[in-house]
């Protein structure tokens, strides 16, 4: 994007329509990138309609200047900072005063403004009115009506703002008939004295004792203190932020708001979305009709088994036939079409995109490049290296792709209806014991999904500590990609030490469980501890609900496609060539075979830390071959699949290498793809115990998660610093869960030693909150 | 009459006397348009007892009773119709 093209920024409050106007003004150019510094995204693209093409900055959406959340000190710096050539104040006309508070903050900078007026479609359905031409006299700036959605009066308002852009404009303020009018005029003399720029904005935040500006302007600041003195209103006293803030609104509802004229005379009307609203935050069906929805989402991204059908006919005695029974050719090419939708069982829309995507787009691309790979006649290292590392690697990230589109979808069609706001209305009570608010239930969930939407979704928190606890946990609601390891290492456990008697899917549950106990034990101890801090407040907009827009959601789905895919292509493969070539080459630098892996560098290495996961029980007390599952978890680092993908590997090295253990051990059963076996074969290699197998997932499910999820925290985390803490914190938590485990399990009265640690860590914590412990490192935890 | 906000009545109206409570609070309050003037509903209650959803300046509001110990208003004498007892 050029330096000269002339840049226009969208303003407004959120749910204004902003979004939607971006998207129509901007079309396909739209680029999502970082603010600098804070996390929020910040997306610009390019309006080409105009005397000539524009840029298009969309802001956070944001109810005010004040500097109390990151969105609104970003939009002011932006505004103040880069200083764009005309400011697009998008007004919801369903909402006229509040969206007007905003405007009336921006109106008193020093920048080219242009109103538009939104939603009028709704206003007029409702049967009221609004009368632009006034409401632009008043305001003083160009007033266009316009429908993003329907994409009308976009041309207008373009042209508008464009011709705006070529004349200069100073700030002005609706504040001149208030007890402050004299001392704010004073101030902004002062402050054009000194050359500061936007002054009329500035003098009136100085006079609100805005921190940023207090900082800012110490030598007029006195002014300010001076008047203070001598000022005493009847109501506010000398609170002269809440004067400022109740001039706005007074002017606002004297002046602008007469604009609109209402059919209906009821103050408090019931519209359909109070309606619907009643239903779904209702007293009692409220929470049912959630977790409904929850169960829903889930169930139609994940299940294998679309409405029970299945169930049912296995319950009814009549289990419904896999492809193979039917006698269907499971090699044919539309046989292989037939089997995304249905085998045996019919499949919910998101396996079904998933196993179409998989199956047959990835699958068959990669499988035919790696034909032509082994086919060139290129060594063996490098046929090794682009196959089996970077496409393989490649492979496992991208087959992500499908559910986290879906979960997305699914979790944006939320977002937009404005049923999420509700989620957070509903569960605020039962998340504020934690310390946390209702609003950091949805990234939790998603988790259990995959950690990088959720990880990403957490930018909807305002409160900074709030969002590090909230990412920091999301790893330990267990997600899709961890479950096949539980499967695998629980079939082991129930088939090879209680032959096949007792139910697998308890331990999985169990770990689920776990895994949920951890997030909530962790995230009290943060935030009273590390992440001290009052309960975020819960001061929110609730939405009126409306229909999702297709155009929307398709937008929000290819900005994270696009985002998914460069870090693929990226980062995460980048480190599957590391991987692979330290598990193919040996210390010398000798290129090995699969079989060989015990010999390689990652093996070594894996070996130097065996000793470490001791108290886990995979550590040394496994012996020679101990190191395999140490490598497992290594690998899990990568991507959580490739946990199992490694235990096939492994199992097929150990029954290579010929250990006396596996003497009976059928080869042929290592075909069985949950790795079930694969376990096995690891088992009797190293004569694990059942609390070391249940203690090795546990640490894997509550340790540092995957590149795709370390690499998002590490861009939501913002500070460098809080994310190196967060990677030692995963480390921390995993290696206690897994020591408790272990030693529990292995012997029970170690639960009394546990049960006192933790008593008298939490006496400690208290006490010291309390002030009655002094420590010298008291400073650090603020 | 006055009282605060977190005292109201499902489906009470009031009319907001002053707004108090700390730095933060009292700006996201004021910003929200909580402003002394402004005419408050409270619509429901969570499921759970808590929050509060409010309608003023004719959109929803929700906040925590603890917030809303923060806000006096002056009761209304009326109450809507629109707004059933069923909770």
Redesign the interface.
Known sequence: MSEKMPRFALAGNPNCGKTTLFNSLTGSTAHVGNWPGVTVDKRDGVYKKCAEPVAIIDLPGI??L?P?TPEEVIARNYILDEKPDCVINIVDA??L??NL?LTTQILEMDVPIVIALNMMDAVERQGDKIDAKELEKRLGVPVVKISALKEKGLDELMDKAYNESQKARHGSTVLNDTALAHLINDVRIALSGQNVGNPLFHAIKLVEGDEIEVAMHKETLPMVEEFKTTFEDE?FGDDF??LV??GR??YI?KHFAPVLTRKSK?????TRS?RA??VL????A??PIFLLILFAIFHLTFSEDFLFVSTFANWAGKPLPTLKELGLDVENYGVRWLATIYDGAIFSPGVIVNNIWNDMLVGELFGWIQGLVEGSGMAAWAVGLINNGIIEGLGAVLSFLPPILTLFLFFSILEDSGYM?RI???L???F?RFGLS?RSFLPMIMGFGCSVPAMINTRTLADEKERTATVRVIPFFSCGAKLPILTAVAGAVILHFANGKGNADLITYSMYLLGIVVAIVSVLLMRSTTLKGETP????????YHAPQFKNLMAHLWDKTKHFVKKAFTIILASTIVIWVLTHFDFGWKFLNDEQINDSILAGLSRLVQPLFTPLGFGSQLGEYGWVFVLAAVAGLIAKENVISTFATLGACLLAAQIPALSGFDPALLEDESGIQAVIAMILATNISVPGLISFIAFNMTTIPCFAAVGTAKSELGSKKRFNWTLVFWLAASYIVGAIVYTVGSWWWTLFIWLAVAAGITCLIVFYNKGKIKLNFRKKAR | MQKTLDQFAIGE?GIVT??GGE???????????I?????V?LR????????L?I?V????????KT?AQCVTLRVADKT?A???S??
């Not at chain 2, 402003?35 to 005419?39: K, L, Q, S, Y």
């Open positions: 109810y005010s004040s109390y369903t909402n005063e509040r508070y109501i932020e809440a803030a109740d609104y007074k509802s009821e103050k408090f009307a019931t109070d609203d009643k935050t209702n007293r009692w409220g929470i706001a957070a209305f509903i605020d009570r039962m504020r209702g407040p819960f001061i929110m907009e609730l939405p009126a | 109206q002053s707004v730095g933060k609070i009292k700006r996201r309050l004021f910003d929200m348009g402003t002394p003037g402004a005419e509903l429901k209650r969570a499921p759970l007892g808590d929050p959803e309608t300046r004719s959109y929803e509001l929700s906040l925590r917030e809507t629109g707004v059933s069923n909770e």
